[in-house]
């Protein structure tokens, strides 16, 4: 099957990602793939397609891959990685986003958004509003799919599916028909299994029409006879948005000194509601997960500073870290890696 409209015909330009951009700048349509051993580099490289701030919620030098394919109006992203993560962050304006799990381990800890577990057969990050608020379990393969909203609406007319905008609005993740979950599942891993072992073949345009042309009506049908209902009409789950009040604080103020009484103060919360708020949606207590925070942020300002002319301590200190044994060996074991070692990179 085939899209009426030809998948070639890009977006507008000021609506195209700068994944497209950065694609375009190689000479090529061909993948592009990273390996990627760093949440920092991670983050950057994610950032033209989906810009969100990544934390690396457990310790460990983060080993990830992505692969990049460009299929025209269309881009589509395999993002593997081997330690649990929260992303969060704006969604990118004028773009339909489709995210889905491409593994199939029965038994596994599961994804949550904004609180809510995420069935095994979901889309989600599929509302052109609001914001992305993603927690991850380790080892996870991700498959996210970037296009013009206008231009996804006006294919899903032509491929007779009316009125899917009506039906998504509002909604994040939809939990989707098996069969049609698993069809969509095998086109993507057809399409990624195609590009690892003969990139080159993606040079020709009308492959990437066909590529196209085969996994989007997939996803149409499957939104249209979708199962069930994100959360337009699931209630939110306790706690959820002393959460996120919590972590808005904590990037605001990324140098004020805190207690967890004081962040209770700041949220209008108890202590044992923010703490079972932090434990059941990142699995870890708020102040915990404030020093995994500002560890993040001293990562991104010794990765940017100069070598020459900065102090360790003096820097870690602006982020609250007084102790700098201390601080090393948190760090190191977060990163894996020295602080000296980020600086002189």
Not at 7 to 36: F, Y
Not at 184 to 196: D, G, Y
Not at 216 to 232: D, I, K, N, T
Not at 311 to 329: D, T, V
Request: proline content about 7%; hydrophobic content about 40%; charged content about 25%.
């Amino acid at each position: 099957m085939t899209v009426a409209t030809d998948p070639e015909d890009t977006p507008p330009k000021d609506a195209q990602s700068g994944a497209i951009r950065t694609l375009k700048k190689c000479g090529s349509a061909v993948p592009v793939s990273r390996s990627v051993q760093d949440i920092a580099r991670l983050e950057a490289v994610l950032s033209p397609l989906l810009p969100v701030q990544l934390t690396q919620l457990a310790g460990g030098r983060l080993h990830s891959e992505l692969l990049t394919l460009d299929l025209g109006a269309l881009q589509v992203l395999r993002l593997r990685f081997d330690r649990p993560l929260h992303a969060g962050g704006a969604k990118p304006s004028g773009r339909q986003l489709i995210a889905l799990d491409l593994e199939e381990t029965a038994g596994r800890p599961v994804m949550r958004s904004h609180g809510l577990e995420l069935p095994a057969t979901a889309f989600f990050g599929l509302s052109a509003r609001g914001e992305i608020h993603l927690t991850t379990p380790e080892r996870c393969s991700l498959a996210l799919l970037s296009l013009d909203r206008n231009t996804f609406l006006q294919w899903a007319r032509d491929l007779g599916g009316p009125g899917l905008e009506e039906q998504l609005e509002g909604v994040n993740w939809e939990t989707i028909d098996p069969l049609r979950f698993q069809g969509v599942r095998a086109c993507l891993r057809r399409i990624f299994r195609l590009a690892e072992r003969s990139p080159a073949l993606l040079e020709d345009p009308a492959i990437r029409r066909r590529l196209g042309g085969d996994l989007v009506p997939l996803l149409v049908e499957a939104l249209v006879h979708r199962s069930g209902h994100g959360e337009r009409l699931a209630r939110p789950p306790a706690r959820i948005e002393l959460v996120k009040a919590a972590q808005a604080w904590m990037a605001e103020h990324p140098h004020e000194p805190i207690c967890l009484d004081g962040l209770c103060r700041q949220v209008a919360a108890g202590r044992r509601s923010l703490l079972q708020g932090f434990r059941e949606h990142l699995g870890m207590g708020p102040m915990a997960y404030l020093k995994i925070r500002r560890l993040h942020g001293m990562r991104q300002a010794l990765l940017a500073a100069d070598p020459q002319a900065t102090r360790i301590s003096e820097l870690a200190a602006q982020w609250g870290f007084m102790n700098a044994g201390h601080f090393a060996r948190d760090y190191h074991s977060l990163f894996g890696e020295h602080p000296r070692t980020s600086l002189r990179a």
